[in-house]
């Protein structure tokens, strides 16, 4: 098979094109919002909140955030080693990064909240924990997608290319 080679002069109209588009790609976190309704049982909701897409780093931080370390057994001098992963604090982790500014503290960070929850005997320590004992686990699963979504998992890199 023969390759077809193919020339292209960069000009300052496509190359600004193409800076626009970067920068415009770039503004995701502020250009994508979902609000996600907590429903049960066909009742009104009984409350929403606001996500935005991840970005790489927001979910490594989730990653490390979720996981707790040991020192290395083979010389303390060493970096610590992985002991375990939460996949409940990872995905909570996820939820409450991605939950937009002033909501996330309104919600997940409520000092009353908490205390609220102490009261009802929930193990309650860290907004982690806050988002674990108010949402149902197929519910923080829901959140999750429903975040996997906004942050390009949905895409295939084809709709990329072809685009």
Request: glycine residues 6%.
């Amino acid at each position: 098979m023969k390759k077809e080679k193919t020339d292209i002069t960069v000009t300052e109209g496509n190359e600004m094109s193409l800076i626009n588009g970067l920068l415009k790609a770039a503004d995701y976190k502020n250009n994508e919002v979902r609000t996600i309704e907590i429903k049960r049982g066909g009742e009104t909701p009984l409350f929403s909140f606001d996500i935005r897409p991840l970005t790489a780093d927001e979910v490594e931080q989730a990653r490390h955030n979720a996981t707790t370390y040991m020192p290395n057994p083979n010389n303390p001098k060493l970096p610590q080693i992985a002991k375990k992963s939460s996949d409940a604090d990872f995905l909570a982790w996820e939820i409450y990064l991605a939950t937009v500014g002033e909501m996330g503290n309104k919600i997940w960070d409520d000092k009353d909240l908490k205390a609220g929850l102490i009261n009802q005997g929930h193990m309650v320590a860290t907004n982690v924990d806050i988002i674990k004992a108010v949402l149902m686990s197929g519910e923080i699963e829901q959140v999750c997608k429903a975040l996997d979504n906004i942050s390009g998992d949905n895409t295939a890199l084809f709709d990329y290319a072809k685009n």
